[in-house]
């Protein structure tokens, strides 16, 4: 029987869920502070901890890591009703393993629990239009800034066009931490898919700042080797311009836009 802790000081919430959840068999603990989540947890060792980002007297992010120091088997996901990305951001840079919108339903909390004990993260909020998009290069390298070193990896590779198969052969990990570290990426730049994640590193040549030089003939244009061979790539075209005939020239810049979007659609097809 999987043995879950939740900790929530809204009681008819809290009372609800615990009820719904023993009868679909699971092993529940309730707490009605974070002090009570924590102790309850370091009591039980349970396989998931179900935490609300909001207390009255305390803040449920705030207390991933003692949680996680208290039991390392134990997963932490956090309930809330904000969808806001820094809050997702925050939950998961503290170690939780999942972010879940409270109006998600049971369903969706179940499928929630059983993927974060596979080793999977999990954020699951509504999408209120677009995701957010930073108005200038600044606001994208501020983001860029909170990727580790194994998302920069990741996001490089995905700008090269792999999919989670040859990005885990690259990396050398398993198809579920490539997976971990995508949708932390993905969090923490506020974009949803791998596409749009792609297409922003190189807008905003969020890959020049690691100073990652992808291998030669990969990117999302040919002849264009990522974010990070820009230069090398401008001289390499200046100098075929001067040797090509005017007409010429003019009609390689008029079919350029059309390889960038048959391109981007070749990417969107293997992710």
């Not at 606001?139 to 885990?168: N, P, Q, S, Y």
Request: hydrophobic share 40%; net charge positive.
């Amino acid at each position: 029987m999987t043995g879950l802790v939740i900790g929530d000081d809204h009681s008819v919430f809290l009372d609800a869920m615990s009820a719904v959840l023993v009868q679909r068999g699971y092993q529940v603990t309730v707490a009605r502070t974070v002090t009570d989540t924590i102790e309850s947890v370091r009591r039980s060792q349970p396989a998931v901890c179900l935490i609300d980002r909001h207390f009255a007297a305390g803040n449920g992010i705030t207390a991933i890591r003692p949680i996680l120091a208290a039991s390392n088997r134990t997963k932490v996901l956090v309930l809330s009703a904000d969808p806001d990305t820094e809050g997702i951001r925050q939950a998961l840079q503290a170690g939780a393993s999942g972010y879940l919108h409270k109006t998600r339903g049971v369903s969706a909390l179940i499928r929630a629990i059983d993927r974060v004990q596979r080793g999977e993260v999990v954020v699951d909020v509504p999408t209120a239009g677009r995701a957010r998009e930073p108005g200038h290069r600044g606001d994208a390298r501020r983001l860029a800034a909170f990727l580790t070193t194994r998302e920069r990896e990741c996001l490089g590779l995905l700008v090269e066009g792999m999919d989670t198969t040859g990005i885990a052969t690259k990396l050398s990990v398993s198809p579920a931490t490539v997976r971990t570290h995508v949708q932390s990426l993905l969090t923490k730049l506020g974009v949803h898919s791998r596409l749009e994640a792609a297409s922003y590193a190189v807008r905003y040549r969020l890959l020049d700042e690691a100073g990652r030089s992808p291998s030669p003939g990969a990117g999302l244009v040919p002849g264009y080797a990522g974010c990070c061979g820009r230069g090398r790539w401008r001289r390499r075209r200046a100098a075929r311009a001067r040797a090509t005939p005017p007409a010429a020239a003019m009609a390689v810049r008029a079919i350029q836009p059309r390889i960038l979007r048959v391109t981007l659609g070749g990417v969107a097809a293997k992710l």
